[in-house]
């Protein structure tokens, strides 16, 4: 009896500790990614709110795909805004929503609002699928 006292004590402490660097390692704070350089040139009329959440794995699925736009169309302007450890950006992406009519059940991130388009994108299907297409209409309606 006392030999398997001690292993069920064994067992309770790695159990213990495995839980502990879990907890440890997902509390850690995230490095920001930081915005990318806003250029203001004749397209800059067009603007791409990227809402997304620090520990959101599907924002990180669409996170390069954005950068990648970011490059490529340079006179837009990109603003990547977190919104789970950030209020002001939170608040942001409410009344941008609100805005647009979009039902509080249907929000979520990772969410992309195009300046003039009235239909956010959401999730990292939607946004891959038809991002550039929204921007390049955009791009259209401003020349």
Known sequence: MDNTLKIVAGIVVVVLVACILFFITTMSPQTPVPLPAVNTSVQGNVTVYFFYGEECPHCHNVMPFIRNL?????????????????????????????????????????????????????GDRDIPAFLEDVILEQLKKKQ
Request: glycine share 8%; charged share 20%; proline share 6%.
């Open 70 to 122: 970011s490059e490529k169309y340079s006179g837009v302007n990109f603003q990547l805004l977190e919104t789970w450890h950030n209020q002001t950006n939170a608040d942001f992406s409410s009344r941008m929503n609100d805005k647009l009519g979009v039902p509080e059940n249907n929000r979520g991130v990772p969410e992309v609002i195009v300046s003039g388009n009235t239909t956010p994108l959401i």
